[in-house]
């Protein structure tokens, strides 16, 4: 059964039918199409919102979680439409929802019926992938209900896919904050404004120059491989980790590849021993001596509350797990410890209060739809059927070059709204995103001569 997002039926979860603030949200660029579709036979109740798609069939995650509803799947659309259009792919934005528990109820079963649910849009006008809940073996299940190994990326290996398990997300992190650095690092000594000098500090690439300290909240997919990548950065130091469970912290910097491999077969940093606890000293070994140090010493936890990643000091801030944790209670609290960038390694991390709040303080936030596209470039080079790669080297090319793009516009206008200063490459992004799809939309509607018009001026134009 499939619905209009205008007539829930009765008995529906609030999260499945409270979907009439979509219209709301509705503007120039989309959505074109929200879906509801529920199987009486299963149970199962899904969502998909294709947004835009003149640039291309809408990319974007099935998310698999109880909190699902219509407006998160929406926004999460709309943050794809400008990824992909920010990296220069022939995608458009989209997303998928599955409201429930993955772990309570038949995840197989649920998935059948989701693809059957949608498969007319599939892959002409959605291409699914993993997200929260989902992995390479959903979309397995998905790509063979459907009957077309393009209807998703982040297949298997031996379906011909590459996997999100192999961390392109997280890599792709790490290369924006990165390329984040070396931007500050290159800023001219002189003429600089207070938040840019500061800026400048935090990127120093001299060999003499600090290292610099990082937390990260969540320590999933994205998360574990952020702190992988970043870990063989030199000067970068990950001193704090957590998930829904806890918060692991050590001043000297946590042992991230002993870290990984304690937990494995574990879902939850809480599961991890502290029995094996001792002084903060020994892990910051592993960074400067050889191998042998990898014993029981290397084995210290100091595992504390989950929220207390807010009230530990650090230079950068990565939230790495889902949307809003970044709001009007925990934005002061980075800001009081010392925070001077957030990379957005999660999807609508910081809600808009709270990222105003931040810009106004002198605080730099690379935006999600820029800093986490490593995974759909990923997709991108597997929907080519080419390897892997070919995909960590696109990753590393197109996530580089749109950094550097944004955040040398940004800095350059550097402005100020009641004697704050304001750098802002949220805005920058969404503007050079904009202007890609604006130029594809006048092209489907066949506007050719103003469309040709809009390339050559590089036009900025509302629509």
Not at 19 to 41: A, F, I, N
Not at 269 to 276: A, F, G, N, Q, Y
Not at 336 to 345: D, M, N, Q, T, Y
């Amino acid at each position: 059964m499939k619905s209009d997002s205008s007539s829930p039926t009765q008995g529906e979860s609030s999260s499945f039918s409270s979907s009439s603030s979509t219209w709301e949200e509705m503007d120039e660029w989309g959505p074109e199409k929200v879906l509801q579709v529920y199987d009486p036979d299963t149970g199962m109740k899904g969502i998909l919102v294709i947004d835009n798609t003149s640039t291309g069939p809408g990319k974007g995650g099935i998310r698999f979680a109880e909190s699902v509803s219509p407006l998160e799947v929406f926004r999460l659309a709309r943050t794809m439409t400008w990824k992909c259009a920010a990296a220069g792919l022939p995608f458009g934005g989209a997303k998928g929802g599955i409201v429930a528990n993955p772990n309570a109820v038949d995840r197989v079963s649920w998935m059948r019926s989701f693809a059957k649910m949608i498969k007319p849009y599939c892959p002409s006008q959605y291409i699914a992938a993993t997200d929260v809940g989902t992995t390479e073996l959903e979309m397995a299940v998905f790509a063979h209900e459907i009957g077309d190994m393009r209807a998703c990326t982040g297949k298997p290996l031996e379906l011909g896919g590459i996997p999100h398990e192999l961390g392109t997300t997280g890599y792709g992190v790490s290369v924006a904050l990165e390329a984040s650095l070396e931007v500050l690092d290159r800023l001219p000594s002189s003429n600089l404004t207070r938040v840019q000098s500061t800026l400048k500090e935090l990127g120093d690439g001299s060999e003499g120059g600090r290292e610099r300290t990082v937390t990260i909240q969540g320590f999933g997919n994205v998360g574990s491989f952020t702190a992988k990548f970043l870990d063989d950065l030199p000067r970068i130091k990950v001193v704090g980790v957590s998930d829904v469970s806890a918060f692991i912290y050590d001043r000297n910097g946590l042992n991230i590849p002993r870290l990984m491999t304690d937990m494995k077969g574990k879902t939850k940093l809480s599961e991890l021993s502290r029995d094996h606890h001792i002084s903060s000293s020994s892990t910051s070994e592993h960074r400067s001596s050889n191998s042998n140090n990898n014993t029981a010493r290397a084995h210290q936890y100091d595992i504390r509350d989950k929220d207390e990643i807010f009230d530990v000091d650090a230079d950068i801030f990565i939230p790495a797990a889902l949307g809003g944790v970044i709001n009007d209670k925990t934005a002061p609290k980075l800001r009081e410890h010392g925070v001077k960038i957030i990379v957005e390694a999660a999807n609508i991390p910081t809600l808009p209060s709270a990222d105003e709040y931040l810009i106004k303080n002198g605080i730099l936030i690379i935006p999600d739809f820029l800093a986490n596209a490593g995974g759909v470039i990923g997709s991108f080079v597997e929907y080519q059927g080419r390897t892997e790669k070919e995909a960590f080297e696109l990753i590393r090319y197109k996530i580089t070059k749109n950094i550097r793009q944004v955040l040398v516009e940004a800095l350059m206008q550097t402005g100020s709204i009641q004697d704050l200063e304001i750098v802002n490459p949220r805005k920058v992004a969404v503007d050079l995103s904009q202007q890609v799809v604006y130029r594809a939309m006048l092209l489907r509607k066949g506007a050719i001569n103003v469309a040709r018009e809009a390339y050559a001026r590089k036009d900025r134009i509302s629509i």
